[in-house]
């Protein structure tokens, strides 16, 4: 009795326990909730009820109202194209440059290698050294970019590019040097170059791929980062060398690179790619027959001229014969041959109009090949429409073409001197400062000139306080100056220096409500001059609808 009496409150007891368990972690749980939400509740009504009084909305502009400083630290990489409005986009180049990177890398390392092998066998005895052979040598899968491109327009035989280069590559460049019995590898990863390189093509000639040369230069030092491994270790790891190696390289590339210093790279020899004068061709018109009727009475003004493809020279012409359809000239005329392989001649066939524009009667070509050398050929040739072979056209009677021809060689002896090239820049005369220079303005023409009330141009340039003026011309829209202006300066023109050049119309009657007139103007940096030495180029008049003027600077030294 007295045990089950005391099982009995044991397990009540335990049955009480539980009970009160389950309760207090409902409870609990309960209170969990509700607390959590009445504190939610709380919350978002401070939030909401108890803001600070004394915060501002940000005031909202749109870009086009920065000014440039807000904008570079808004976007520090703002493309120069962007910035700078002499700067072309060079999204095209970018896109060729990623399809072709793969076999530019290869060629381009193969290039490096032929430069940098004599330049390492002429280096490596100062250091007795074995050896030094590249182990390795890719650009990686990641292609430079462009970020724009300016070009100077000079009016000489070459072509000025001023690139802004950008390269976060993958390289993997890894050479092998040998001294004293010993080898050790140095690893190039992760090169960063940003540099802004000027690349010159000069001279322009005539053949492809119409430029003999490059020239290669720096305007400002470059930024160079890299990674360096040696025997598998960074090396750039230990202390102080990183800053070293980094300035270390940017000196060493400004001395041999930066401008006004630069790499020249021979693609093909200049004398022989501007392909000098190699011997004589005379041709003598002699008569054409049977020539397509074009007048209303039945008869032509038939007339002849002459050309070599290739050459810039002006047409030759023969006289106008009247009236006939069968003239007969016996005309003739001597051409300069620079390439008998590939030049021809090409002869057109006009009728002489009194009124208006010349009718074309016919045309055709003679390749120069097809002539021997110091023998007199004559030759009938059809006259044809064009020169399409599958153009139906030429299958009707234009009449024919007598010419005689007679191609002479040069022997060693007539072959003609080299001239001195006539692009030089003069150098300044006697006199001039020695920090300074002479600058040279010279006003060559002007075109689509139109005033509201009279076009008598004249020029006028102002330069530092000083004043030019060129003659006045009456009546002329496109007036051809050819004057020059000097301007003799203690130092060469700095970047935020300007020629202004205004063309001005003076009435040439008296007492007229509109004396002068201005047809436009433009301002242009000098800087450029200095480091170009001569620049010849053709620029947009502002306020002018279609007006232009070409100005020619020079910056000579002494």
């Known amino acids: 009795m007295h045990l089950s009496f005391h099982y009995n409150l044991q397990t009540h007891s335990y049955w009480h326990r539980l009970e009160m368990g389950i309760l207090s972690s409902i409870l609990g749980f309960c209170g969990f909730g509700i607390g959590t939400s009445i504190g939610l509740v709380i919350g978002y009504y401070m939030f909401i009820y108890f803001q600070p009084t004394d915060v501002k909305h940000p005031l ?36 060729f ?29 100062k250091y007795k050294i074995d050896s030094v052979d590249f182990e390795v040598l890719t650009l990686g899968t990641l292609p430079p970019t462009f970020q724009g491109m300016k070009v100077y327009v000079t009016g000489e035989k070459e072509l000025i590019m001023e690139l802004s280069l950008k390269w976060a590559g993958n390289p993997n460049i890894t050479v092998a040097a040998k001294a004293f019995g010993l080898k050790a590898t140095v690893q190039v990863v992760d090169l960063q170059v940003f540099a802004s390189p000027r690349i010159t093509l000069k001279p322009l000639v005539p053949t492809f791929p119409c430029f003999s040369k490059i020239f290669v230069s720096l305007m400002e030092k470059p930024h160079v980062d890299f990674g360096l491994k040696l025997l598998g270790a960074d090396a750039m790891a230990i202390p102080g060398l990183y800053r070293f190696v980094q300035e270390l390289i940017k000196d060493q590339v400004a001395n041999m690179y930066l401008w006004p210093k630069y790499l020249e790279v021979t693609i093909m020899d200049p004398k022989l790619a ?55 000239w016996n005309e003739e005329f001597h051409l300069s ?19 208006g524009r010349h009718d074309k009667m016919g045309i055709n070509v003679i390749p120069l090949s097809e002539l021997t050398p110091d023998e007199s050929k004559v030759m009938t040739l059809d006259i044809l429409k064009n020169m399409d072979p599958n153009d139906a056209q030429n299958e009707k009677s234009r009449g024919q073409l007598v010419l005689e021809l007679l191609y002479k060689p040069f022997k060693e002896d ?145």
């Open 60 to 95: 909202i502009r749109p870009m086009v109202e920065q000014d440039s400083e807000t904008l570079q630290r808004m976007l520090s990489e703002i493309p120069l194209w962007v910035k700078n409005p002499d700067y072309d986009r060079l999204d095209w180049l970018n896109k």
């Open 97 to 125: 440059v990623e399809i072709m990177w793969p076999y530019l890398d290869k060629a381009i390392c193969k290039t490096a290698k032929t430069i940098a092998k004599p330049i390492i066998a002429e280096q490596i005895p």
């Open 274 to 328: 501007m392909r000098k004068p190699v011997g004589i061709l005379t041709v003598k018109v002699l008569k054409a027959t049977k020539l397509k009727k074009k007048d209303l009475m039945g008869g032509a003004d038939p007339y002849v001229k002459l050309k070599l493809t290739e050459d810039k020279l002006p047409s030759k012409k023969t006289t106008v014969k009247h009236k006939t359809l069968n003239p007969e």
């Open 337 to 355: 041959v620079r390439d008998p392989e590939t030049q021809a001649l090409e002869f057109m066939v006009y009728d002489w109009e009194k009124v």
């Open 414 to 558: 007539e072959m003609p001197e080299d001239k001195e090239d006539s692009n030089e820049v003069q150098k300044a005369p006697e006199g001039t400062p020695a920090s300074g220079g002479l600058l040279v303005v010279h006003i060559h023409e002007a075109e689509d000139l139109e005033g509201k009330h009279h076009t008598n141009p004249h020029v006028r340039l102002l330069f530092k306080g000083e004043e030019r003026r060129t003659k006045h011309f009456k009546k002329n829209r496109d007036p051809r100056f050819n004057e020059e202006f000097q301007f003799m300066l203690e130092e060469p023109p700095k970047a935020h220096d300007r020629l202004h050049v205004e063309v001005v119309s003076t009435s040439s009657r008296m007492g007229l409500l509109h004396p002068k007139e201005n047809l436009g103007y433009v301002d242009i940096n000098l800087a450029d001059v200095v480091s170009n030495r001569r620049i010849n180029e053709k620029h947009n008049l502002i306020d002018s609808k279609n007006g232009r003027i070409q100005i020619e600077l020079q910056w000579r030294t002494s």
